[in-house]
């Protein structure tokens, strides 16, 4: 079975620092996709991105990274120079190969960014 | 602003109710998918549709159906509502039915009471 472990369950950070939210996942796949989702307070979904099982580049989107790393089964959000709108709650998320119809979500962290 | 819209925002009713939430996707999506946040089952994937066809389901109840129409929004209709099934439900669409390639973009959501 499929699982997504996220321990981190609230992160206050001051703004400017760097924050790392965690993922751990588990599968039998050896084709899966994992995505991280961002919900702002507002409460829309916002897509953040998709790393296949075959890709083990790092990547990195302006103030965003991440780290996927297949011998430790997980795939960690690095916010660098934090600002007040990166509040909110992020969530990791595992599909097999097939399709969406077997994601699992984490949990979710949720992430305070104080001025 | 995703350019999935979700109709109604708030929806309040009695537990033995029947609604209907409407999603229209962006233009040129062929599919949606809805999911379901609770405060007990966390974020939940339900069903997709794509061009009008089921494509993939999830954990979604037999009491919940939906369907894809021509102009290509999306009905999710529950029925014989309980009080667990308040929740925070999401639709969102992508381009096609890939999960290797496919970006999703995130309706506001609709938030059901059930009293």
């Known amino acids: 079975a499929q699982k997504v472990t996220q321990a981190q369950t609230e992160i206050s950070v001051v703004e400017k620092e760097d924050v790392t939210l965690d993922c751990v996942y588990e599968?039998?796949?050896?084709?899966?996709?994992l995505f991280w989702y961002k919900q702002p307070p507002s409460g829309e979904l916002v897509f953040l991105i998709r790393?296949?099982?075959?890709?083990?580049q790092n990547e990195i989107s302006g103030r965003y990274s991440w780290n996927f790393q297949k011998s430790t089964s997980s795939f960690n959000f690095t916010i660098t120079a934090s600002q007040v709108v990166d509040s909110a709650v992020y969530f990791c998320a595992l599909s097999e190969a097939g399709g969406y119809q077997k994601v699992t979500f984490g949990t979710g962290t949720k992430l305070q960014v104080i001025p | 602003d995703s350019g999935v819209t979700q109709t109604p925002k708030h929806l309040i009713t009695a537990t033995g109710q029947r609604v209907t939430l409407r999603c229209s996707p962006r233009s040129g999506d062929l599919s949606v998918y809805w999911y379901q946040q609770s405060l007990d089952q966390g974020l939940q994937f339900l069903i997709q549709y794509y061009n009008g066809e089921e494509r993939a389901k999830g954990n979604i109840l037999e009491r919940f159906s939906a369907q894809q129409f021509p102009d290509l929004h999306s009905e999710l209709n529950l029925s014989s509502l309980e009080l667990g099934d308040s929740a925070l439900y999401f639709c969102a669409s992508s381009p096609t039915h890939t999960v290797r390639i496919d970006t999703q973009y995130f309706g506001p959501g609709t938030r059901l009471t059930v009293l």
């Open positions: 790393r296949n099982s075959f890709d083990e």
């Open positions: 599968t039998r796949d050896t084709t899966y996709y």
